[in-house]
């Protein structure tokens, strides 16, 4: 009855079905939901991070060595194809300061009402709470069997996603089918996720947000992980862009416990600037409070707890900030060391780290190189990318290339 079925309707397989059924394919969407695209409508806030202003190259750049797996998929579907898809459906998009592409009404609805719209007009035949419960292989292709029935189809194509916000049916589920066929299944863990801290004092910042921070992820004098942007302190330790992107590598770490968060708050001047900056203001404004000079720079709550952690009278006068003191302060602006407890878990993960393992995925076609006629796409795959759209640019990619070719 169909020629193509497609397990999983979230980005990756509304893109691949609607390729499928565009090229004459009889299509099969399942979907376990009851509402396919649950996962794009949390996305971005609500606001769906469509993909980023940045040519092909550039993708595959974000990604760091694994990107070259993407070099096929983004000549088949790059970001000028993702925004002109968009567009002809009726959603506009506009560039934001940091290079992220949203649509311009900010509503990840209008992002999946525009994929149902091409679905619908594709043909493809779309199956709500169905869930893909096995799959196996047949003389004829697979047999694919659901709660409701047993079916049938030369070619399936896998986007099941990943384990990042399980609440929205991402369980997983899609490894144990690839796992079956004696796809190497690379452990997931949580990416672009919140880091918990070991330092209480930081809870009563919980709401205060930093625009531009440089932040590195220290195993003692290593380096793992590295980057600069946007910054929120919360309850639970700390949020934001440039954390979620260094996340991977707490997450990922055997013993989280052991390292260590370094932040630069002050990353657009260097330390000898900063310090001739406070001596300089100890002398112009040495009747005003240390904390008030500091708020010229950042926050006044983060002035006044730093000062706490400094051992320094809250209510100081600038005037008497000596040398070392100085020298003190500086080093707290420019290198602010917390110890890392550890990352929060899938269910405020954005993505999955981890997956069926690339080597075993024929990049050019997306089909299994150990199962002919079976592909997969998205987040099901051991490919994560950093925060900015690059994830969803890979799985919009990945799975038109699956559907294209299946």
Partial sequence: MWDVIVAGAGAAGLMAAIRAAERGRRTLLLEKNRKPGVKILMSGGTRCNITHDSDERGIVTAYGPPGRFLHSALAAFGVQDTLDF????????????????????????????????????????????????????????FALITPARTIFAPKVIITTGGRSYPGSGTTGDGYALAAKFGHAIVPPRPALVPITINAPWTAELRGVTLPDVGVQVLEGSNELAARRGSLLFAHFGLSGPVILDVSRAVSGHPAPASLLLEIDLLPAVVEAEVD???????????????????????????????????????????????????????????????????????????????????????????QSKLVPGLYLAGEVLDLDGPIGGYNFQAAWSTGWLAGDSA
Avoid: H
Wanted: some cysteine; glycine content about 6%.
């Fill in 86 to 141: 968009f567009a002809v459906e009726g959603v506009p998009t506009k560039i934001e300061e940091t290079g992220k592409i949203f649509p311009v009404s900010n509503k990840a609805l209008d992002v999946l009402n525009a994929l149902l719209a091409r679905l619908r007009r594709s043909g493809a035949t779309l199956a709500l709470a169905e869930p893909l419960r096995d799959l196996s292989r047949n003389e004829s292709g």
């Fill in 276 to 366: 001739e900056w406070l001596r300089a203001q100890s002398l112009a404004q040495g009747k005003k409070q240390l904390a008030v000079v500091l708020a010229e720079k950042l926050p006044r709550r983060l002035c006044d707890a730093l000062l706490v952690q400094l051992v320094m009278a809250a209510d100081r006068r600038a005037a008497g900030l000596s040398r070392a003191d100085r020298t003190r302060l500086v080093s707290s602006l420019k290198r602010l060391r917390l110890p890392i407890r550890g990352a929060l878990g899938f269910e405020k993960a954005e993505v999955t780290a981890g997956g069926v393992a690339l080597a075993e995925v024929d990049s050019r076609d997306m």
